[in-house]
């Protein structure tokens, strides 16, 4: 990530991975409260690609309904991307990283760049149909994307690219499913959960993952879930679970992002202002996002990324 960016910013207003009503207006709300000013003012090159509007007819809810929105958002994002900008997605709920990542996913094919993903969330969302007990597909993504069973209809390319599971990495994970326990572990997907943070902090295990992907020249897709923050901090949330990442550990975490010139597209996602109080989670995601995309309190060298083995870190 250079010192000037082109930024590609573009809503999806979707809430039909969730049961809870409000994700929709998440796109709304973080323009309102000043991303894309803010972005600016940092000096990067911001365009609004306004909001995907798939075609809503047939079915309502469940895989037919995601896979509209899926392969209208895989479109946009192949098309950012391609014009050399950086996706920035607004959500809605977390099966709108089908699309993104889907995208990532072909336009990384080519060039045979390995994906990474780093997933700030407290849910593993690796569940499937069959082992959802709830059935909401923001639950999911993790799944699909790696190529676990019952997705197929999903995604336009069925010749498509799968994400190596081996190279996704689950970081203030707090809340898992028994079913989805037993795939994250037989896939080897790489964990660092709260209990990880507590004892040793973010910066330990971040550093070792942005290793890895520098040495292996990867494209790093970050996917920020509010709920990886304490719902002290931002409430408006519809799946809240106590005992998440303070302030602080969040800016950290954006700031190391931003030194390691590594992030190449990012959602966030699962902002819900119905549940909000007076705008103030938000705001905290604008601030959260202008970390990443370099705003500090005072200039200080830029650390490099040593292109060293590492290995990730499991909790």
């Known amino acids: 990530m250079s010192e000037t960016t082109r930024i590609a910013i573009i809503g999806v207003p979707i809430e039909i991975g969730t049961s809870e009503p409000g994700a ?11 991303l894309i000013r803010t972005l600016a003012d940092l000096g990067h090159d911001v365009e609004d690609a306004g ?24 479109e946009r994002v192949t098309a950012a991307l391609e014009g050399g900008a950086l996706p920035v997605v607004l959500g809605g709920d977390h099966s709108l990283s089908l699309g993104s990542i889907d995208a990532v996913l072909h336009h990384c094919r080519a060039s045979q760049k390995p994906v990474f993903v780093l997933w700030l969330d407290a849910h593993a969302d690796f569940n499937t149909p069959d082992t959802s007990p709830s ?20 995604f336009a390319d069925q010749d498509r690219p799968f994400l190596d599971p081996t190279r996704v990495h689950l970081f203030g994970l707090r809340s898992i499913d028994v079913g989805e326990r037993a795939l994250v572990t037989k896939a080897r997907v790489a964990v660092t959960d709260m209990r990880a ?15 890895r992907v520098a040495t292996e020249d990867g494209h790093l897709h970050v996917s ?53 109080e007076r705008g103030r989670s938000a705001r905290v995601l604008v601030e959260l996002v202008a970390s990443l995309f370099g705003r500090r309190i005072l200039d200080r060298p830029t650390p490099v990324i040593e292109a060293v083995s590492a290995q990730p870190v499991r909790g």
């Open 24 to 34: 929709l207006m998440g796109p709304a709300a973080l323009r309102t409260a000043g």
């Open 51 to 74: 909001d995907v509007a798939p075609d809503t007819s047939g079915a309502a809810r469940g895989l037919p309904a995601v896979a509209r929105w899926t392969r209208a958002l895989s």
């Open 135 to 154: 059935g909401n597909v923001h639950g999911m993504p993790l799944a699909a994307l790696c190529g676990e069973p019952g997705f197929s209809e999903l």
């Open 197 to 211: 943070i507590d004892e040793f902090g973010v910066v330990a295990p971040l550093r070792r993952i942005l290793e």
């Open 224 to 276: 920020f879930d509010i709920d990886f923050l304490d719902p002290g901090i931002a409430p408006a949330v519809g799946t809240t679970v106590p005992g998440g990442a303070t302030f602080r550990e969040a800016h950290l975490i954006m700031e190391m992002l931003h030194d390691s010139g590594l992030v190449g597209s990012l959602d966030v996602v699962e902002l819900n202002p119905f549940l909000d």
